[in-house]
């Protein structure tokens, strides 16, 4: 049964960068037909989708993140990574990554999703 | 960005209820709309997509239904262990976006 778990610094200070990793067991990050996401929930506020990354490297990220963040994948270990530059408070947050189906029937829907971790930017 | 509205935002309902909860998009997304739930400390749990297809595993319980901009999440007799938060996402156009929650209680 595939699992994600993310991992990475729960505290972070203002202006320096995110770094998260999401490692994938039970299963291979290259299969085919899925893509692999960050997700996220401030505290008290909603899921903002923040992108997706492909075991090629092919990523698309939110506009509203764009210009801070960078996805990166490896194969060999069977992982993801996310860097978000630049943090503030408005950052703060639960970080999930997510296995994202490309199947025609069920298009960009994540059917596999980490606990979550949280992200505290705070100096 | 698409915007993606939840009402109730909080539901409060006891063992056996039937309960509907409703998803709203900004504009058509045709059928491209999924639903999953949320339970403290646990991982998110995928359980319907494209409007009404249950994923493996998924009790028949939980039903959707709707198109275009209006859509609902209903679960037929409550079970104990469906008290959580449920959220809608529209996978129509990037960014995916998602309804602000449905937090269900027990009454």
């Known amino acids: 049964q595939l699992q994600l778990q993310e991992s990475g610094s729960g505290l972070v200070k203002p202006s320096q960068t995110l770094s998260l990793t999401c490692v994938v067991s039970g299963g291979s990050i290259t299969s085919a037909g899925y893509s692999w996401s960050w997700i996220r929930q401030p505290p008290g506020k909603g899921l903002e989708y923040i992108g997706f990354?492909?075991?090629?490297?092919?990523?698309y990220y939110n506009p509203s993140l764009k210009s801070r963040v960078t996805m990166s994948v490896d194969v060999s270990k069977n992982q993801f990574s996310l860097n978000l530059t630049s943090v503030t408070a408005a950052d703060t947050a639960e970080y999930f990554c997510?296995?994202?189906?490309?199947?025609?029937?069920?298009?960009?829907?994540?059917?596999?999703w980490g606990r979550g971790t949280m992200v505290t930017v705070s100096s | 960005d698409l915007q993606m509205t939840q009402s109730p935002s909080f539901l409060s309902a006891s063992v056996g209820d039937r309960v509907t909860i409703t998803c709203r998009a900004s504009?058509?997304?045709?059928?491209?709309l999924n639903w999953y739930q949320r339970t403290p400390g646990e991982a998110p749990k995928f359980l319907i997509y494209t409007t009404s297809s249950l994923q493996s595993g998924v009790p028949s319980r939980f039903s959707g239904a709707g198109s275009g901009t209006d859509f609902t999440l209903t679960i037929s007799s409550l079970q104990r262990e469906d008290f959580a938060t449920y959220y809608c996402q529209q996978s129509y156009t990037t960014p995916y976006t998602f309804g602000q929650g449905t937090k269900l209680e027990i009454k």
């Open positions: 504009r058509n997304i045709s059928k491209y």
């Open positions: 990354i492909y075991h090629s490297g092919s990523t």
């Open positions: 997510a296995r994202t189906l490309r199947a025609p029937a069920a298009p960009d829907a994540f059917d596999i």
